[in-house]
Antibody, heavy 124, light 112 residues
Framework: QVRLQESGPGLVKPSQTLSLTCTVS??????????WTWIRQPAGKGLEYIGR???????YHTPSLKSRVAISMDTSKNQLSLRLTSVTAADTAVYYC????????????????WGHGTTVTVSS | QSVLTQPPSVSGAPGQRVTISCSGS?????????VHWYQQLPGTAPKLLIS???NRPSGVPDRFSGSKSGTSASLAITGLQAEDEADYYC????????????FGTGTKVTVL
């Protein structure tokens, strides 16, 4: 059974870089028809898709964050990482990592495994 | 900001049927891209409820069903139960956003 656990600092100062890690257990980040996503949710608001990385290493990011976002994978540690630069209060949210799957004929089967989320507050 | 629009809230009495719409456009649902639905109970992470328009992952009750037509999709809950009170989100792919997936605006289901 695959499990995901997000971790990182709960408080980040404005203009600094937010760095989060998602540790995958019970499965490998580098195998299978999977991709790994980051999603965030400001308090009381909806879900916002940040981006995803495939086992091939290909990444896609939301256009509105593209210049500030980097998603990477460390296969030796079985972890994913999210870096968001120049943060502001608008980046305050619960950040989730999740696993999505696809096949040769289906673009996306949805995201079937989620972490519990980690709360990040941007404040001085 | 989202390109997928859902009603902010729907409500129903226990045992009733409620539906949640997800309205898109010709660059997402209308282009044939699949729709997935998630349930988010208070204080928890979202859970995949419907995969690829109509498919229920293992463990999801058959009270939940999905459909898609034209530029819209719908989630139906029949035999509404108290534990169904949650937020529901649709998700699809949008070809106008450089390979980007999008979530709907979300719908709060209240059991009266």
């Amino acid at each position: 059974q695959v499990r995901l656990q997000e971790s990182g600092p709960g408080l980040v100062k404005p203009s600094q870089t937010l760095s989060l890690t998602c540790t995958v257990s019970g499965g490998s980040v580098s195998s299978g028809y999977y991709y790994w996503t980051w999603i965030r949710q400001p308090a009381g608001k909806g879900l916002e898709y940040i981006g995803r990385i495939y086992t091939s290493g290909n990444t896609y990011h939301t256009p509105s964050l593209k210049s500030r976002v980097a998603i990477s994978m460390d296969t030796s540690k079985n972890q994913l990482s999210l870096r968001l630069t120049s943060v502001t209060a608008a980046d305050t949210a619960v950040y989730y990592c999740a696993r999505g799957s696809y096949s040769s004929t289906v673009l996306c089967y949805g995201m079937d495994v989620w972490g519990h989320g980690t709360t990040v507050t941007v404040s001085s | 900001q989202s390109v997928l629009t859902q009603p902010p809230s729907v409500s129903g009495a226990p045992g009733q049927r409620v539906t949640i719409s997800c309205s898109g456009s010709s660059s997402n649902i209308g282009a044939g891209y699949d729709v997935h639905w998630y349930q988010q109970l208070p204080g928890t992470a979202p859970k995949l409820l419907i995969s690829v328009n109509t498919n229920r992952p293992s463990g999801v009750p058959d009270r939940f069903s999905g459909s898609k037509s034209g530029t819209s999709a719908s989630l139906a809950i029949t035999g509404l139960q108290a534990e169904d009170e949650a937020d529901y989100y649709c998700q699809s792919y949008d070809s106008s956003l450089s390979g980007f997936y999008v979530f709907g605006t979300g719908t709060k289901v209240t059991v009266l």
